[in-house]
Structures are given as C-alpha cells and as structure tokens.
C-alpha cells in the first residue's frame, strides 16, 4: 500500500453510492429526532407524575434502554420485530422503529430535567388561573421546558447521527455504508473509511458550532 | 404466536470442541478487556489532555480542544474502521498490532475526549483561589497541579468518570465490526448458527447489565474511599 489515492472520488460516485445512504441516515436522524423527542416527553411525563402505574413502567423503559449497548438493542428488535408482525420488515424500516424507541430513552432524561427546570411557581400560577393539568402543561411548562433544554436536545441530536452508522449491524444502506460499498467497488476501501471520517466530522463539527452559538444566545435571554 | 423455551441451546457443542456456555464465557472475557484496557487508555490520556486544556499556555489549550473536537465529532464505528483499515495503510508498523490492540486504543480515544471534558470542567470547578494559594506557597505550576488542583479535581470528576466507565462497556460492543470475539459478536453468530436468537440475546444482554452495575458499585466505593470530609458530597 503506497500513498493515499483519492482520484477515484469523483461525482459519479457520489451519486452512485452516497447520496442514497445520506439520505438515509439523515432520514433515521429526523425520524428518530421527532419520534424519540415526542414519546420521550411522554415518558417524562408518566415519570413525573404521581401514579405509580405510569411511573414504574416509564422508569423500567428508561433506565432498560439506557443500560443496553445500542447495537444489542438494534439486534433485538431486528429479531423480535417479524414475531410482532409476522413478517420481516426489512433492515431500513427495522432502524427506524428501534432509534425511536431507543433515542426516546435519552431524550426523555433532557425533558425530565426541561421540565424540572421550570420553577413550580409557574406551575402553581397556571393552576391559580383555573388551567387543567394538560392546559398547564402544553401552555406553560412545555413550552418552557423545551426552550430550555434546546441546545441539550440538539447535542442528543449529533449523538444519534453519529450513532446511526450502528445500522451497519443489521446492514441497513446509511451513510458509512455507502462509503464502503464505493470502497469495495473501487478497491479503496482505506481512502473511502478516510473520506467517511472526514465528511462526518465535518457535519457533526458544523452542527456542533451551530448548537454552541445557539446556547450562548439562550444564555442571555434565559 | 408459539414460542418454547430452549435454554439447553448453551449445552450444545459449537463445533469447535466447546459449548456455547464456554463460547459466551470467553466472549465475556474479551469484552471485560477490551473495556478494561480501553479505560486505562481513556482515563490516562483524558487527564492528560483534560488538564492540558487548564493550563495558562495558549498552544497547549489549542492542542486539547483540537484532541476534543477530532475524537467526538466522528462516530466511534468509523474510528474503529479508521484504526483497523486506514492506520495500519499509513504507517506500516501498526501492520502487525491484533485487533484487539486496534479497538482497545479506537475506544480509547474516543472515550479519552468525553474524559477530557469531564477533568477539565473537574479543574475549573474549583475556585480560582487554590492556585493562586498553591502559587503563594511558592510551589511551580506542575507541583500546584499535582498536590492542589488534581486531587481535588479527580474526586469531584467520580460520579461522570462512573458513567463514561460504564459507556466504555455499552461501547465495546461496536468491536464487532472488526470481528473481535466479544459478548455483541458472540451474540450475532450465536443466533445466526443456534437460531435461538431470543435466549442468546438475553443471556449477552444480561452479561452487559450485570458488568455495568457491578462497575457502578465499584465505583460507588471508591467514591466513598476517597471523598474528603466536608468537602463536595464529602459528607459530615
């Protein structure tokens, strides 16, 4: 193995090989962003409520999730997934349900502690203009919360793009994938794992950047 | 839906003059050292790196934050393929070095900047009058490090070095990809030879719980050991 040839690189194999997995991991990221965030803040919900059937289960869910190894939890739901609908769902859609379930764990934690970080003044004021529960909630303390735990949701976001790569476990076409496949394709495989390094870094560094000045502004209005 | 228990699945033979039993146990084991080794690796290096990121000189600070910012922006599976396909390309003497020493220092690495984080925000917690009192008594910077600032620092970092350790565990699992023999490796080829994915699956995922929660006992004691009375949770 001599020098790093990189002449292989070239539009076609963008469009070949690439494209078709990036978007595909930026698809599992936004679904499991919007799916994992919703069910998360339900989850924090049950957890901070005072029925202990809403609580127990939502805890076990959380904290089970949070001591699996991501790619054991990926294996599982490939496994379990075709018992529940009786037919294999395929690699892609399987990604998808798992990093739902399994950011929503991570996510719920964030809105946890949003929540918590609304001071029960607030709380108590909604319930003195005559707000329900759900009023109180989806009015006052959410929106808050939210505001809040913005940039930290947003960190868990870079986290889950860079855990997507993990679908190369039940072989699911992402990004890194992609990156491989053109690897084989050409004989390159060392420079296509060198460009795969280069082009995530790159996208988690921007949205990093992005989040950090995102934070220093809510700072200040905070 | 007709599911039957077949736990005997361990007692069977793999072919390769061992029982699945022996197969999960040793593939434990690899787990248990590649976590083990990485954690040295991550602890060493992040208090150096993190400590570095503290210091008055600029170049040093940028040396660390540059450290920081490469080994968390890119996913740990793409390290692991860096290190197993790129470096070894690179420089020819990492040729020779087993997969096992490759995904010890990829997991390294990559834990050693969230480690980095930690000490650094452990350092500049303390208020900035045990330096300049560590300065007073006339010791250099290095001795005010070593004798005021990092044994502080380190106790105060315990509970998140707690969970990075525990990560170190949830993360070896990715050494699959470069076919190290541990407990997620054991568990995809298990499943596929046995097709008794269910069993295998909660016997390794059993094995990762039970390793992450004897780690946070352990270092619940430790933080115990080391905490000084009436300081940060020191208690009375």
Redesign the interface.
């Known amino acids: ?1 001599g020098a ?1 040839d990189l002449s292989f690189f070239n539009w076609d194999l963008v469009t070949k090989f690439l494209i078709k997995g990036f978007l595909f991991s930026i698809e599992l990221t936004v679904v499991a962003m919007i799916g994992g965030i919703l069910l998360g803040t339900l989850l924090a919900l049950m957890r901070l409520s005072s029925h202990k059937w809403l609580i127990y289960p939502a805890t076990i869910y959380v904290n089970t999730m949070r ?6 939890v990926i ?2 739901f490939f ?2 997934i075709p ?1 529940v609908t009786g037919r294999p769902l395929g690699a892609e859609w399987s990604a998808l349900i798992t990093f739902t379930a399994f950011e929503a764990a991570y996510y719920s934690e964030i809105m946890r502690a949003g929540i918590q970080s609304v001071s029960r003044g607030q709380v108590s004021a909604g319930y003195a203009m005559g707000f329900t529960y759900s009023q109180n909630m989806k009015l006052i303390v959410l929106p808050q919360a939210f505001r809040n735990m913005l940039p930290v949701l947003l960190t868990q976001t870079i986290i889950l793009f ?2 997507t ?2 679908v ?2 039940v072989g699911a076409y992402d990004l ?1 994938k992609g990156f491989e496949t053109a690897g084989k394709n050409f004989n390159r ?2 420079e296509a ?2 460009l ?2 280069i082009v ?2 790159i996208i ?2 921007s949205l ?1 950047s992005v989040v950090k000045k995102l934070q220093a502004k809510i700072a200040i209005v905070r | ?1 007709n ?1 039957r228990w077949e736990w005997e699945v361990f007692l069977r033979d793999t072919g390769g003059d061992q029982t699945y039993l022996a197969w999960l146990m040793s593939a434990w084991g690899w787990t248990l050292s590649v976590a083990a080794c990485a954690t040295v690796v991550a602890f060493v290096l992040g208090s150096v790196v993190g400590t570095i990121r503290t210091t008055p000189s600029p170049w040093l600070v940028r040396i660390g934050n540059a450290w920081v ?2 080994f ?8 692991i ?2 290190w197993y ?2 470096i070894p ?2 420089i020819p003497v990492m040729k020779h070095l087993p997969g096992f020493v490759l995904v010890v220092l990829a997991l390294g690495f990559f834990t050693s900047a969230r480690v980095a984080e930690q000490v650094r925000a452990g350092i500049q917690s303390l208020s900035k009058g045990q330096t300049y009192a560590g300065l007073a008594m006339g010791l250099t910077l290095p001795q005010t490090y070593f004798h005021v600032l990092l044994p502080m620092a380190f106790r105060i970092v315990i509970p998140p070095l707690t969970s990075e350790a ?1 990560n170190i ?6 050494a ?2 470069v076919s190290v023999a541990e407990l ?1 490796m054991f ?2 080829q298990a ?1 596929e030879e046995t097709s008794r ?2 069993e295998v ?1 909660l016997a ?2 059993g094995l ?2 039970v390793t ?2 004897t780690i946070n006992r352990i270092m619940a004691y430790v933080e115990k050991r080391v905490r000084v009375p009436g300081y940060v949770g020191g208690g009375n």
């Open positions: 193995m790093l001591s699996i190894p991501l790619v054991m294996l599982w496994l379990l018992f860079q855990d790569s993990l190369y476990a890194l495989p060392v794992f060198l795969a390094a995530y870094f988690c560094f990093s | 839906m599911f910012e490469l968390r922006n890119i996913p740990l599976l793409v390290q393929f860096l396909h790129v390309a690179v525990m565990i949830k993360n070896s699992s990715v699959f990809a997620t568990a995809m499943q994915g269910v699956y390794v995922t990762y719980i992450a929660m």
